[in-house]
């Protein structure tokens, strides 16, 4: 449904945006994920009309983002990080207003508006003003603001930024339910929403893509589903992972930390070492560590999580 073909963005000499490439299916939930200025907004920014791409292009239903921006626009409905609301109106007005400013009129008006505010939870605060309003219910009036046309496709920048643990578990629950019906493209930083909401994600880093797939998939192939982590007292880290990365089913090692202990001046040096194809390399590193004869001071098995993954995909160097 949504095809992004070579996307590119300069804001002067700097390249925000550094050829893109992805599809996104209809009815599909998909999470754009990336560090602080890797390109979500942007990238959002230019697929909802906003801005225009320097070089590349995105296609919506074989419509052109730039030649056929009006019609992609009333495809699509958009709520942006900061949800754009007129904190003196009540709700029930303003979701009236919008509505109207989307062409709708007679009862079916009335049956959006009433639609909205069921599906969005709002009953309690139809109402009220908007600024009386929490942060959690007024993110909930910006998603029924972005639904109430029924558009085809559904863009959220952050749309729990700032909701406590509550709000973010009832804003998840409706991003859920909306996917039943809609294409649904959303960006976050909270990894584990991500990996409990989204059919598929692509994860941005400094303006290009880095991983494209289902959370799961992209665990088998970046984390190899486990991870060993190990704390040695040992004066020489690089050392330590040459040797153990010899060892038979380690796809990679990470270290996490590198502490002087306080009772000597020896190193403790921490560990995550990533397993090939999900393989139990537990009882090789233990005689590799016997061998050397360094001091093990905790050994456990874990599953790799999709923060694992992330920081890998998006750490500096990358």
Known sequence: MIEVQGLQKFYGDFQALKGLDFT???????????PNGAGKTTTMRILTGYLKPSFGNITVSDLNV??????????????????????????????????SMRGLSGAYKVQRI?????????????????????????????????????????????????????????????????????????????LSEAEATCDRVVIINKGAVVADGPPDRLLHEFGGGVVVE??????????????????????????????????????????????????????????????QGWDLLDFHRRSASFENIFAQLTKEGC
Do not use: W
């Open 66 to 99: 730039v030649d056929d921006a009006l019609k992609i626009k009333g495809m699509i409905g958009y709520l942006p990080e900061s949800a754009p609301l007129y904190g003196d109106m009540l709700v029930y007005d303003y979701l009236a207003y919008i509505a």
């Open 24 to 34: 996104i299916n209809r009815g599909e939930i998909m999470g754009l994920l990336g």
């Open 230 to 291: 190990v704390v040695l007292t040992h004066p020489d880290a690089v050392q330590v992972k040459a040797a153990l990365q010899t060892v038979p089913g380690v796809a990679r090692i990470e270290q996490l930390t590198e502490l002087e202990t306080e009772s000597s001046a020896a190193d403790l040096v921490q560990l995550a070492i990533f397993c090939r194809d999900g393989a139990d390399i537990r009882p090789a590193l233990y005689r590799m560590i016997r061998e």
């Open 114 to 190: 009433a639609a909205m505010v069921e599906l969005c939870g709002l009953k309690e605060v139809v109402s009220k003003a908007i600024h009386e309003l929490s942060k959690g219910y007024k993110q909930r009036v910006g998603l029924a603001h972005a639904m109430i046309g029924d558009p085809e496709i559904l863009v959220l920048d952050e749309p729990t930024s700032g909701l406590d643990p509550n709000q973010i578990v009832e804003i998840r629950r409706l991003i859920k339910e909306i996917g039943r019906e809609k294409t649904v493209i959303f960006s976050t930083h909270i």
